[in-house]
């Protein structure tokens, strides 16, 4: 089981009620030690790909597996081993942020473990007295920075993060590209991540999947995929790769 990947989505296809197609057709992998960013505008499927790889939503076709195990038939296997932070991390507003911590973590460890996972989230969020004070009186990047030390506290195998940064200030965003950074770099831990921000992710991540319509249309390190489109940044790589899928598909 060494090399098994921490993550493995083959031609993920997943088709909502009424038809939409969410993603049409998805392959990457996730690999231990690895920040793999999939980037993409709105609507382009990224949501839909980690609530999948979360066991939250099932496939309509395709297979997808983490560390192994196949989020529809290990579902329970695969959600000890993760660690999601959803989109919209809003609820439990009447818990303090400490409660709040208690309560995720207390989901799945138990005793010591548990006590030393929200002495480090307490220290990672760094909210000083507010961590007593309820969840309702903080400001989003507060409420972001306690969901985020959490998930980062949790010892899962797989982080998920589903646009940790977005609608943060620039302060805010910085301390949360960083402490992922320095989570990431724990032995064994793979970070799947997205965001519709191409410039921030790209040097956050080790390799990045831009979706376009449910599509992955470019794949690779930041830096190969700026050499091979002569781009500056990934926001003009992926401008030149969507005019070429239209150009093609006319
Ligand atoms: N519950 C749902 N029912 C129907 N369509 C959905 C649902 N959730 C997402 N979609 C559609 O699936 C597509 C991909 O959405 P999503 O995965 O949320 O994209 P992203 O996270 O990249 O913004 C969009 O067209 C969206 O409207
Ligand atoms: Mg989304």
Redesign the pocket.
Known sequence: MANVAAVDVRELV?V???G????DGLTFRVDSGEIYGLV????????????IVATLLKPTEGSVKVFGYDVVRDAMKVRRLLSYLP?EAGAYRDLTGLDFVKFVLGIRLRGRELEEAVEEAVRIADLGADVRRPVRGYSKGMKRLLALSTVLASRAKLMIL??PTAGLDVEHSIRVRNLIAEFSRRAGVAVLI?S?NMLEVEHLCDRVGI?YR?KLVAEGPPEKLKADYSARNLEEVFVSVVKGVRGGSR
């Open positions: 997943k909502y009620p009424g939409v197609r969410g993603v993409g505008p709105n609507g382009s499927g990224k949501t839909t790909t980690l609530r989109e589903d646009e997205s519709h979706l449910g």
